[in-house]
């Protein structure tokens, strides 16, 4: 009872110093800024089509991976934010429910991850910009792609260095954007049934997979799919906390708008899925712009598909951009809160003047992401470098993920969280699915020379930028204990 009594006292301790610092900042967002940011955040476009691969049994996936990973994301995230609202958040739970250490790989994991996924925006908005406004010509030129990046990066560190009191208007469009979008995509289906031009539709049709050793497929697509619904599509709710110390009652709003999101976002990629399947068969589906693919031929009897289709890609390139910028505001605080713990300079930690951002880690993230695009762009033949570097940050996110979930299992006394069973038993349920994921990375999607040399090259690139976040821990404590 002692040790649990000092471990609590330290708590109390660490989490005034980090409330004591977070004193600066503005609280910016409130209950419905912090929903639409969850929604823009979590709901990807291109998961449903992904989904609809699976054809019929994409509702049995769907619940499974809602059951066996979502649903216990969002209790472990609602436990943890409600015990321990600080800015920084898994970084947060993670330093204070073991160790500095862990907590610090855990920052470095998630951070890593961020800056891999926004190397690609200016590709990405340049690509559908050319399908928007029929000028391939945009992702085809290596030059415009180039000067485009270094403008959209620009201009978001520009808006992240402004704060949040206007960077929330820019997520809170984001999310209308992709909700209007998505209610065009889920109406569809009821529309055409209506006019005539649609035979049949059952949003809810379910069937079983075949679970059969013969059925080699079931691990090879279906198993493999069903982990990168769970890893892909259905995370996001802890990134949101990192802006605890910039919310407005983080601890009873955080918890509010995830239990307000979830069934939202639930319900958005299992109807998206069933109206890519009313119209497109699973093999013929675009695994990259699903969504414009399906309003093309719903709406092609309509006589306003090539405007209406443009409009619909302009929305998503706003959630796009939205979204990029949510990844960049919320990863610019990690660097900060380490060096609040001096593990790093307190170079990262300094704001700016007026807007009392953290400046200097907004710039040298948006740098990082920047240089990692230009590489890809650069780059002849990239398809397999890029898949490597996408299979990679589904390994430091779900890395992240082992932590977040094994704080309620080995960690709750230390934090004064009593976990009750079920949470126990999801929790473990987040890991296994966690560990899945990390396990079927090794199996690529596009087709590469060699598998047994892609998963070598796999596992060294995680060791080395691992290894890389372990080596400047290590400096940090040095410097903080010199």
């Not at 230390?414 to 473990?428: C, E, H, I, K, N």
């Amino acid at each position: 009872m002692e040790e649990v009594g000092t471990a609590s006292e330290e708590l109390r301790r660490e989490e005034e110093k980090v409330e004591g610092r977070s004193a600066v900042f503005r609280k910016e967002l409130g209950l419905a800024d912090l929903v639409l940011t969850q929604i823009v955040f979590v709901v990807g476009t291109v998961w449903v089509g992904t989904a609809a691969k699976l054809g019929g049994e994409q509702l049995f996936f769907w619940l499974l991976a809602i059951a066996t990973f979502y649903l216990p994301l969002a209790a472990v995230v609602i436990y943890l934010n409600r015990l321990m609202p600080l800015e920084g958040g898994l970084y947060q739970w993670a330093k204070l429910g073991f160790n500095e250490f862990v907590g610090y790989m855990v920052a470095w994991n998630l951070w890593v991850f961020a800056i891999l996924v926004m190397s690609g925006i200016g590709l990405l908005v340049a690509t559908n910009l050319s399908y928007a406004f029929g000028a391939r010509w945009m992702a085809e030129s290596k030059t415009f792609v180039t000067l485009f990046s270094f403008a959209l990066v620009g201009v978001m560190v520009a808006l992240s260095t402004r704060g949040l009191s206007l960077g929330k208007w820019v997520h809170n469009a984001g999310g209308v954007l992709l909700s209007v979008t998505f209610l065009a995509l889920i109406l569809l289906p009821f529309v055409c049934l209506a006019r005539g031009t649609l035979s049949e539709y059952h949003p809810f049709a379910f069937a079983l997979p075949a679970f059969s050793l013969s059925n080699p497929e079931l691990v090879k697509t279906s198993i493999n799919i069903y982990s990168k619904l769970a890893l892909g599509a259905l995370t996001g709710f802890e990134y949101v906390a990192i802006l605890a110390g910039e919310s407005k009652a983080p601890a009873r709003n955080i918890g509010r708008s995830v239990l307000i999101a979830a069934p939202v976002i639930a319900l958005m990629f299992i109807l998206g899925t069933s109206s890519v399947l009313a119209f497109v068969r699973p093999d013929e589906i675009d695994l990259i712009s699903p969504i414009a693919q399906v309003l093309t031929r719903g709406f092609g009897s309509f006589g306003v598909v090539a405007n209406f289709v443009s409009i619909i890609i302009i929305a998503l390139i706003g959630r796009q951009v939205a979204l990029m910028s949510i990844y960049l505001t919320a990863n610019a605080r990690l660097p900060m809160v380490a060096g609040w713990d001096d593990l790093l300079p307190a170079w990262f930690t300094r704001l700016h003047s007026k807007h009392k951002t953290p400046v200097n880690s907004i710039v040298l993230v948006g740098a990082l992401a920047l240089g990692f695009g230009l590489f890809g762009i650069a780059g002849v033949d990239m398809q397999e470098a890029n898949q490597l570097l996408d299979n990679a940050a589904t390994i430091f996110y779900a890395t992240a993920y082992v932590v977040l979930f094994a704080i309620p299992l080995f960690a709750a006394s230390r934090v004064g969280l009593r976990a009750p069973l079920w949470l126990r038993v999801a929790s473990l349920s987040g890991i296994l699915v966690s560990l899945l994921g990390i396990a079927l990375t090794i199996v690529p999607i596009v087709e590469v020379r060699s598998a047994s040399a892609f998963a070598l090259k796999l596992v060294a690139v995680t060791v080395v930028f691992n290894l890389a976040g372990a080596l400047l821990y290590r400096w940090g404590r040095r410097k903080k204990s010199a």
